[in-house]
């Protein structure tokens, strides 16, 4: 029987708006369940993505990485069961992408069909560390990035995703989130970055940067993107053009999520 794919987007949007949530909304944690699904993708050998639904497998599931995710993935169970046709690993991507239509974000290009492994084999299940480790530099998002065969300009425009949500000391061991608006959807990610001054936190965690009303955050991944030559202007274009970095986002998280997707290639 086919997924009623209209129902489903109203069941989701309907879940989003959550008071016992961070900032009463699960949208920016369901972006990053998609993310994470989809970014272990290598297209050396074709391994890894969204497809499979493999997180819910070791050593996916207990990969540092992804600590968090598997409340992403509980909350969204109900509409598994009461769409029992629609694949875990489609329903995880729509999720990120009506999630961040929701928060007034733009329209990302999702295509169905993906399926879900019951009993992967080993091999079927992506490795950890696959997914971008927060301490490190710009020589390290490439490598990342490129391996899921991404441009510097897609990494800019994705990396424009952490203007939702937060960091939480429990599951990356980071703290704050990167805008005063993380359940909405914009350029101001960039906009900080350009005209704040962010220094090192002082604390016992992990290094990372405030602003200078030391609630917002970021990453030393966030701050290589001033710091690097070539991700600087890119990120400068996007503060100065909230539209340009829509279509541009749009297009890139379209790509991420048919990384490694088993069926005749989507039309993006
Ligand atoms: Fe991210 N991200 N991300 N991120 N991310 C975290 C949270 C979110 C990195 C590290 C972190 C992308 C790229 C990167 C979101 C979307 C995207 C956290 C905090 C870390 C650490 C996790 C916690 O403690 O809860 C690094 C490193 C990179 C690249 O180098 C990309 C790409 C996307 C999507 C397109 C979203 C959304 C969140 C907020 C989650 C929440 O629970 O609020």
Known sequence: MAVNWFALENDIKAILKNPQWDDGHIGPV????????????????????????????????????????????????????????????????????????????????????????????????????????????????????????????????LSGAHTLGRCHTDRSGYTGPWTNTPTRFSNQYFKLLVNETWTK?????????????????????DMALIWDAKFKPIVEEYAADKELFFKDFAAAFGKLLELGVKRPAAKL
């Open 201 to 221: 936190k002082e604390w016992n965690g992990p290094l990372q940067y405030e602003d200078s009303s030391k609630e917002l955050m970021m990453l030393p991944t």
């Open 30 to 157: 369901l972006v990053r369940l998609a993310w994470h699904a989809s970014g272990t993708y290598s297209k050396k050998d074709n391994t890894g993505g969204s497809d499979g639904a493999t997180m819910r497998f070791n050593p996916e599931s207990s990969d540092g990485a992804n600590a968090g995710l598997e409340k992403a993935r509980a909350m969204l169970e109900p509409l598994k069961q009461k769409h029992p046709n629609v694949s875990r690993a489609d329903l995880w991507t729509l999720a990120g992408v009506v999630a961040i239509e929701a928060m007034q974000g733009p329209r990302t290009p999702w295509y169905p069909g993906r399926t879900d492994k019951e009993k992967p084999k080993t091999a079927e299940i992506p490795p950890n560390g696959r997914l971008p480790d927060a301490s490190q530099g710009s020589s390290h998002i490439r490598d990342v990035f490129y391996r899921m065969g991404f441009n510097d300009r897609d990494i800019v425009a």
